[in-house]
């Protein structure tokens, strides 16, 4: 017990005398202090904003008793870095960014930031409707979701991948087309033939033929059928994806050699972006490109259509002449027509 009290009294001689570390925590005179974990402090930024977000971040405020030996980033989308400084790109979305610091004795601690990403929208043609809302053109401000979108120009005014409404259009493609009573309502099952296009747009009732480059044999225009060149294998106006020139080419229309035949047309229908190559005619027949009959520029419109002629017919043999004395002997058959070619 004596033992005891003197070193309780020399403990508390030493704490007034020289210094109260004397008897620190964790043992006696000499026993050194007991090590303390990391503080884990996270700075840097932004850590809210539009897509994408580029953040940086610190770990350079975090201490330690000692010192701190490793940083470890946790992006909290699947990404990671070490280092006590480092940077991320954040997509849309509310991420939580980890850090974990580990000191020179094993001691380790974490902190976190949340990170809040928006969606930036970009209307820099100023007609209310943003990429991220589905404006295609956003340098034009005629071009959007929701806009007018006439037929015939080839521009999709309107967004929905088609020049006029796609409700509106029957799709036709030369290669790997099909002729049902309803084809081509999609693109990815359209008409074979254009005639075949203009009786599946009058059994759904629309009113757009948007043709892909190929070739395609005569067709009748129909009252109110707007019939459209110009695509390419993808339906793409203009586009790259193989050939965009839809070549018509003439042949026998019930005795009449033609490759587009247009009767009585009295309801404002166009025809347009077309290569028109009639057919050579046989004996006795002529040739057409496109053969209007009944029909004024006030309701049938062609448009850059490029016509070729094509040869007509020899002509009949001629019957022999009747006159006093012997009859004369047959004409010769005629020679072919000579081709001419028409612009636009």
């Known amino acids: 017990m004596r033992v005891r009290s003197r070193a309780t009294l020399v403990c508390a001689v030493a704490a007034v005398s020289l210094a109260a570390g004397?008897?620190?925590?964790?043992?006696g005179v000499g026993v050194p202090p007991v090590n303390q974990p990391p503080n884990a402090v996270i700075t840097g930024g932004p850590f809210s904003g539009g897509s994408p977000l580029h953040v940086d971040f610190s770990a350079a405020s975090s201490t330690d008793d000692g010192s701190i030996v490793d940083w470890t980033w946790n992006f909290g989308d699947g990404d990671v870095d070490e280092g006590i400084a480092t940077q991320h790109d954040y997509d849309v979305g509310t991420w939580t960014a980890t850090l974990l610091v580990r000191?020179?004795?094993?001691?380790?601690?974490?902190?976190t930031v949340e990170i809040n990403v928006t969606l930036t929208e970009t209307d820099d043609d100023d007609d209310g409707v943003s990429v991220e809302d589905g404006d295609c053109n956003d340098s034009n401000n005629s071009i959007h979701p929701g806009a007018p979108d006439p037929f015939g120009d080839g521009i999709d005014q309107n967004c929905d991948l088609?020049?006029?409404?796609?409700?509106?259009?029957?799709?036709?493609?030369?290669?790997?087309g099909t002729s049902g009573p309803t084809c081509g309502a999609t693109t990815n099952a359209p008409c074979a033939t254009i005639a075949a296009g203009i009786a599946s747009a009058g059994n759904q009732t629309r009113h757009?033929?948007?043709?892909?480059?190929?070739?395609?044999?005569?067709f009748n225009v129909v009252n109110g059928v707007n019939v459209q060149g110009g695509y390419d294998q993808s339906f793409v106006y203009g586009g790259t994806t193989g050939s965009k020139v839809a070549e018509v080419t003439?042949?026998?229309?019930?005795?009449?050699?033609?490759?587009?035949?247009?009767?009585?047309?009295?309801?404002?229908?166009?025809?347009s972006n077309l290569k028109v190559t009639p057919a050579n005619a046989p004996i006795g027949k002529a040739t057409y490109g496109?053969?209007?009959?009944?029909?004024?520029?006030?309701?049938l419109k062609l448009t850059s259509l490029t016509i070729s002629g094509g040869k007509g017919g020899q002509g009949l043999t001629g019957?022999?002449?009747?006159?006093?004395?012997?009859?004369?002997?047959?004409?010769g058959?005629?020679?072919?027509?000579?081709?001419g070619t028409t612009g636009d």
């Open 162 to 176: 088609a020049d006029g409404l796609a409700g509106d259009a029957v799709f036709v493609k030369a290669t790997g």
């Open 103 to 111: 000191d020179d004795k094993g001691l380790t601690d974490i902190a």
């Open 208 to 218: 757009n033929l948007v043709v892909a480059g190929g070739s395609y044999n005569s």
């Open 22 to 27: 004397a008897c620190a925590t964790g043992g």
């Open 319 to 331: 019957v022999a002449g009747s006159v006093p004395g012997t009859a004369g002997s047959p004409g």
């Open 290 to 299: 496109v053969l209007v009959n009944g029909s004024t520029d006030t309701d």
């Open 333 to 339: 058959r005629g020679e072919n027509s000579r081709a």
């Open 250 to 271: 003439g042949g026998d229309n019930s005795g009449l050699w033609y490759a587009i035949g247009a009767n009585s047309v009295n309801e404002p229908t166009s025809i």
